[in-house]
């Protein structure tokens, strides 16, 4: 597509900024947030003419790379209508472009932005805040349909200029060769950190950061606990849940942490085995006294898309608790140990263990 004629561009990108602006606005309510993100799909889909699609498991994911399952262009699109999470992620990317502004103002912040789909909306409303001089994009994208659309949207909008590269590959075996980049950007995940590869693609450009980056989100924290969802969802549709529910829910403890600092320490202690490994070292977990029936094994996703911004649980469905009903009934005593895969098919992987009643005594 070449660029639109230059009043209907224009046009367009006022258009981003209002989008924009409703987006970023932490008053809004959630009503407003889901009408701005449903505009913006309506614009975008016009211009680079991939359709959307409902969220069918058989459209969800439409490859399985060596680093997990890699979803459709259409379901990547409708990605975007998880409002108060694209709302909450744009505040932070525009709060750290502007704080790297305000500290180094003869500086152009450079992103990295993997898997934008083809609405790549992280790169497209930033426009409506900053010039091709302020900031500069490398965009990583692994389908074709949707590299060749979010492609299609840089032309029609005349965005070239805040393109440093934009690659068709795989962002887990990216190699950084261009300006240092200061903010790194990604949202390729479901909750519990399963089936996509959130965890590899940060693992492998981390450590290519500028000394000084920011990530976004900054810190992915999985944690333990044991729960009763019919208590939980006893009278109600969602979220608020049963208070009397989540009176129940005993925490076990931090699973893992994926974030800035565990990623470069681990990579500055280890760097060949590093690069190697399949398996992350998580704790086992010894069952309390239960309490009621609150003994489901349950993954809950805590997400800090900035230092001091939480994407809280019943806000995003990446935050929904994961209710892991494979493993037994959990009962006091039980070992459950834990790794997390990487590989084709990334996420926890449990082994529940009961000792056997024993009689005689050491």
């Given at each position: 597509?070449?660029?639109?004629?230059?009043?209907?561009?224009?046009?367009?990108?006022?258009?981003?900024?209002?989008?924009?602006?409703?987006?970023?606005?932490?008053?809004?309510?959630?009503?407003?947030?889901?009408?701005?993100?449903?505009?913006?799909?309506?614009?975008?889909?016009?211009?680079?003419?991939?359709?959307?699609?409902?969220?069918?498991?058989?459209?969800?994911?439409?490859?399985?790379?060596?680093?997990?399952?890699?979803?459709?262009?259409?379901?990547?699109?409708?990605?975007?209508?998880?409002?108060?999470?694209?709302?909450?992620?744009?505040?932070?990317?525009?709060?750290?472009?502007?704080?790297?502004?305000?500290?180094?103002?003869?500086?152009?912040?450079?992103?990295?932005?993997?898997?934008?789909?083809?609405?790549?909306?992280?790169?497209?409303?930033?426009?409506?805040?900053?010039?091709?001089?302020?900031?500069?994009?490398?965009?990583?994208?692994?389908?074709?349909?949707?590299?060749?659309?979010?492609?299609?949207?840089?032309?029609?909008?005349?965005?070239?200029?805040?393109?440093?590269?934009?690659?068709?590959?795989?962002?887990?075996?990216?190699?950084?060769?261009?300006?240092?980049?200061?903010?790194?950007i990604a949202e390729i995940m479901q909750q519990?950190?399963?089936?996509?590869?959130?965890?590899?693609?940060?693992?492998n450009l981390v450590p290519q950061l500028a000394?000084?980056?920011?990530?976004?989100?900054?810190?992915?924290?999985?944690?333990?606990?044991?729960?009763?969802?019919?208590?939980?969802?006893?009278?109600?549709?969602?979220?608020?849940?049963?208070?009397?529910?989540?009176?129940?829910?005993?925490?076990?403890?931090?699973?893992?942490?994926?974030?800035?600092?565990?990623?470069?320490?681990?990579?500055?202690?280890?760097?060949?085995?590093?690069?190697?490994?399949?398996?992350?070292?998580?704790?086992?977990?010894?069952?309390?006294?239960?309490?009621?029936?609150?003994?489901?094994?349950?993954?809950?996703?805590?997400?800090?898309i900035g230092e001091d911004v939480e994407l809280?649980?019943?806000?995003?469905?990446?935050?929904?608790?994961?209710?892991?009903?494979?493993?037994?009934?959990?009962?006091?005593?039980?070992?459950?140990?834990?790794?997390?895969?990487?590989?084709?098919?990334?996420?926890?992987?449990?082994?529940?263990?009961?000792?056997?009643?024993?009689?005689?005594?050491?």
């Amino acid at each position: 597509m070449t660029a639109l004629p230059t009043p209907e561009r224009d046009r367009r990108r006022g258009h981003l900024r209002q989008l924009g602006d409703v987006l970023i606005n932490p008053e809004e309510p959630v009503e407003r947030l889901r009408a701005a993100c449903a505009d913006l799909e309506e614009i975008l889909i016009e211009l680079h003419g991939v359709p959307s699609a409902v969220t069918a498991e058989d459209q969800r994911y439409r490859h399985a790379s060596d680093f997990g399952e890699v979803i459709s262009p259409g379901y990547a699109i409708s990605t975007m209508q998880d409002a108060i999470r694209t709302a909450k992620f744009l505040r932070v990317l525009v709060a750290a472009i502007r704080k790297r502004r305000a500290e180094r103002p003869d500086e152009r912040v450079h992103i990295l932005y993997p898997g934008p789909g083809p609405n790549a909306p992280f790169f497209i409303l930033a426009t409506a805040y900053f010039s091709p001089e302020e900031i500069g994009y490398t965009m990583i994208e692994y389908m074709q349909e949707s590299f060749d659309g979010a492609n299609r949207l840089i032309q029609a909008l005349a965005f070239e200029e805040y393109v440093n590269d934009f690659q068709h590959g795989d962002a887990v075996l990216y190699k950084h060769a261009g300006p240092p980049a200061h903010i790194l950007i990604a949202e390729i995940m479901q909750q519990g950190l399963r089936g996509e590869p959130q965890f590899a693609i940060f693992k492998n450009l981390v450590p290519q950061l500028a000394e000084d980056s920011d990530i976004i989100p900054f810190r992915i924290e999985l944690r333990a606990g044991l729960t009763d969802p019919e208590s939980e969802f006893k009278g109600v549709k969602g979220y608020p849940l049963a208070a009397a529910g989540l009176a129940l829910r005993q925490d076990l403890g931090r699973i893992l942490v994926l974030d800035q600092e565990t990623l470069i320490e681990r990579h500055k202690r280890e760097p060949k085995k590093y690069a190697r490994l399949q398996d992350w070292e998580t704790p086992d977990f010894k069952a309390p006294p239960v309490i009621s029936n609150a003994t489901t094994f349950t993954v809950f996703t805590i997400i800090h898309i900035g230092e001091d911004v939480e994407l809280r649980e019943g806000e995003s469905g990446l935050t929904m608790p994961l209710y892991r009903r494979d493993i037994p009934v959990i009962a006091p005593g039980d070992d459950i140990r834990c790794k997390f895969k990487l590989g084709a098919t990334p996420g926890l992987v449990f082994e529940h263990v009961r000792p056997r009643m024993r009689i005689l005594q050491d």
